[in-house]
C-alpha cells in the first residue's frame, strides 16, 4: 500500500501522484508498488526492500542521490489473546525533495502523523519531520516499557499463589519482548549519534528542543530496558529456586511417608508368609489379627513423631 501526503497551510492532503515536498508512506508494498516509486525516483529496489526483511539491523547509508535511515520501532503482536512486545524495521527515506517511509506493517510511530495530530508537522520541512519521527518512536518505546512493568507486577502477584506454568511462560514473554527492546534500542543509539553529525539534521534554533528531547528519551528507554530486564532475569531465577524448593519438599514429605508405612508392610509382611504360625507372636490369639495391626499403628505413630520432633514435615 502507498500513500501520498502534503502539507497544505494547517492541514495534511493526501494526495493520488506524488508531489514536490510530499511524504510517501509505503506499508508491505508489493513487488508492483515497489518497482513503480524505484523508477520514479531512481532508487535501486534492495534500497525500499531493506525494511521489509525482519531482521534488518539499524543502520543508515548516505549516498549522493538518497539516504536511508533505518531504525528498529517497537511493535505489538497478538499471541493467544496476550500482547507480545518485538521490533520491526522501519526505513526513512531522502531522496530528490520526499520522505519515503517504509515499513513491514501498520504502525503506531507513524499513526499521529497519518491521521494529522501531530503538531507542528510539516512534510516539507525534513530534518524536523525526521526528528519528530524518532521522537515519537522512542516515546513509544518508553510507554511499552510501562506497559512490561505493569505486567511483571502483575504475574509476580499471581506467582506468590500460584507457581504455574502459565505465569511463568508469560514471564518469559515479558523477558524476550525487553531483549527485542534493548537490543534495537542500543542499536538506534548508533544510529542516531551518527545522523546527528551529519549535515542532514540541519541544526535550526527551534528544533534545538526536539533533538535534545530525542536524544534524553532514547537514553532513558535504554536505562528503562536494562533496569526491567535485570529485575525480570532475577525473577525468574527466584521464582525458578521456589518452585525447585517447593519440590524438595514434597519429595522430602513423601519419602518421610513411605517410610511411616513401610512399617506396618513389614509387619504384615511377615504375618503373611507361608510359615507355622504356633512361631508368630499373638498368631493363636483370638484377637491376634487386631493385636497386630494395633502395634503397627502404634510403631508408625512413634515414628511419625520422631520425624514431627525433627521438623521434617517443614
Given at each position: 500500500?502507498?500513500?501520498?501526503?502534503?502539507s497544505?497551510?494547517?492541514?495534511?492532503?493526501?494526495?493520488?501522484?506524488p508531489?514536490a515536498?510530499?511524504?510517501?508512506?509505503?506499508?508491505?508494498?508489493?513487488?508492483?508498488?515497489?518497482?513503480?516509486?524505484?523508477?520514479?525516483?531512481?532508487?535501486?529496489?534492495?534500497?525500499?526492500?531493506?525494511?521489509?526483511?525482519?531482521?534488518?539491523?539499524?543502520?543508515?547509508?548516505?549516498?549522493?542521490?538518497?539516504?536511508?535511515?533505518?531504525?528498529?520501532?517497537?511493535?505489538?503482536?497478538?499471541?493467544?489473546?496476550?500482547?507480545?512486545?518485538?521490533t520491526?524495521?522501519l526505513?526513512?527515506?531522502?531522496?530528490?525533495?520526499?520522505?519515503?517511509?517504509?515499513?513491514?506493517?501498520?504502525?503506531?510511530?507513524?499513526?499521529?502523523?497519518?491521521?494529522?495530530?501531530?503538531?507542528?508537522?510539516?512534510?516539507?520541512?525534513?530534518?524536523?519531520?525526521?526528528?519528530?519521527?524518532?521522537?515519537?518512536?522512542?516515546?513509544?518505546?518508553?510507554a511499552?516499557?510501562?506497559?512490561?512493568?505493569?505486567?511483571?507486577?502483575?504475574?509476580?502477584?499471581?506467582?506468590?499463589k500460584?507457581?504455574?506454568?502459565?505465569?511463568?511462560?508469560e514471564?518469559?514473554?515479558?523477558?524476550?519482548?525487553?531483549?527485542?527492546?534493548?537490543?534495537?534500542?542500543?542499536?538506534?543509539?548508533?544510529?542516531?549519534k551518527?545522523?546527528?553529525r551529519?549535515?542532514?539534521?540541519?541544526?535550526?534554533?527551534?528544533?534545538?528542543?526536539?533533538?535534545?528531547d530525542?536524544?534524553?528519551?532514547n537514553?532513558?528507554?535504554?536505562?528503562m530496558?536494562t533496569?526491567?530486564?535485570?529485575?525480570?532475569?532475577?525473577?525468574?531465577?527466584?521464582?525458578?529456586?521456589?518452585?525447585?524448593?517447593?519440590?524438595?519438599?514434597?519429595?522430602?514429605?513423601?519419602?518421610?511417608?513411605?517410610?511411616?508405612l513401610?512399617i506396618?508392610?513389614?509387619?504384615?509382611?511377615?504375618?503373611?508368609?507361608?510359615v507355622?504360625?504356633?512361631?508368630m507372636?499373638?498368631?493363636?490369639?483370638?484377637?491376634?489379627?487386631?493385636?497386630?495391626?494395633g502395634?503397627?499403628?502404634?510403631?508408625?505413630?512413634?515414628?511419625?513423631f520422631?520425624f514431627?520432633?525433627k521438623?521434617?514435615?517443614?
Open positions: 500500500m502507498i500513500d501520498f501526503y502534503l497544505e497551510s494547517e492541514h495534511l492532503q493526501k494526495l493520488d501522484i508531489a515536498g510530499c511524504w510517501i508512506n509505503m506499508v508491505a508494498p508489493d513487488d508492483t508498488e515497489v518497482q513503480k516509486i524505484s523508477k520514479r525516483f531512481a532508487l535501486d529496489t534492495d534500497i525500499i526492500r531493506a525494511a521489509l526483511d525482519l531482521d534488518e539491523r539499524s543502520r543508515i547509508d548516505i549516498d549522493e542521490d538518497y539516504t536511508m535511515i533505518l531504525v528498529n520501532i517497537p511493535s505489538v503482536e497478538d499471541d493467544r489473546e496476550r500482547e507480545l512486545y518485538s520491526i524495521p526505513s526513512i527515506i531522502i531522496v530528490d525533495d520526499v520522505i519515503i517511509t517504509v515499513c513491514s506493517e501498520e504502525t503506531a510511530v507513524l499513526k499521529p502523523f497519518k491521521e494529522g495530530m501531530k503538531r507542528d508537522f510539516r512534510t516539507q520541512m525534513k530534518s524536523r519531520f525526521i526528528l519528530q519521527i524518532l521522537h515519537r518512536m522512542s516515546a513509544l518505546f518508553l511499552y516499557l510501562h506497559v512490561i512493568d505493569k505486567k511483571s507486577d502483575q504475574v509476580e502477584e499471581k506467582l506468590q500460584s507457581t504455574k506454568n502459565k505465569e511463568l511462560i514471564l518469559l514473554k515479558l523477558e524476550k519482548s525487553l531483549v527485542y527492546f534493548t537490543t534495537a534500542l542500543r542499536s538506534n543509539e548508533g544510529v542516531m551518527k545522523l546527528f551529519t549535515e542532514l539534521i540541519r541544526k535550526y534554533p527551534e528544533d534545538a528542543d526536539l533533538l535534545e530525542v536524544l534524553v528519551e537514553e532513558q528507554a535504554i536505562e530496558a533496569i526491567y530486564s535485570g529485575i525480570l532475569s532475577g525473577l525468574m531465577d527466584a521464582y525458578a529456586s521456589v518452585i525447585s524448593n517447593n519440590l524438595n519438599i514434597v519429595m522430602k514429605a513423601l519419602a518421610v511417608l513411605t517410610l511411616i513401610s506396618p508392610t513389614m509387619v504384615f509382611s511377615a504375618y503373611g508368609m507361608n507355622n504360625g504356633s512361631g507372636p499373638f498368631a493363636a490369639e483370638s484377637y491376634g489379627f487386631w493385636i497386630i495391626i502395634i503397627s499403628v502404634a510403631l508408625s505413630i512413634v515414628v511419625a520422631i514431627a520432633n521438623k521434617t514435615f517443614k
